[in-house]
């Protein structure tokens, strides 16, 4: 994320997640589809909870994973706008 995101993002109402055969699908009421998550967008997702800043989500990771290079944060930024594009997320 480039520069400081202070948004508080949370799970749209009614989304939820299924773990299927091992694969994390999103499943939101209004869509007749499911989302499938990667093992790190389903980190991130988790993460948003309401409370926490975007901000404050990408140090979290970048505290979990310290040898990662320096453009994660971009990464978590990039996975925050497509979950909530897809509707999987919402601004508080």
């Not at 799970?11 to 998550?37: D, K, M, N, Q, S």
Request: with cysteine.
């Amino acid at each position: 994320m480039k520069g400081t995101d202070h948004r508080v993002l949370a799970p749209a109402a009614g989304v939820f997640i299924e773990v299927i055969e091992g694969e994390c699908l999103a499943c939101h009421p209004e869509h007749t589809r499911a989302f499938y998550l990667n093992p790190s967008a389903a980190l991130i997702w988790g993460l948003c909870d309401g409370i926490r800043s975007t901000d404050v989500i990408c140090q979290m990771i970048q505290q979990g994973y310290p040898e990662a290079p320096t453009s994660l944060c971009d990464d978590v930024g990039e996975t925050l706008v497509r979950l909530e594009e897809c509707g999987l997320l919402v601004a508080k």
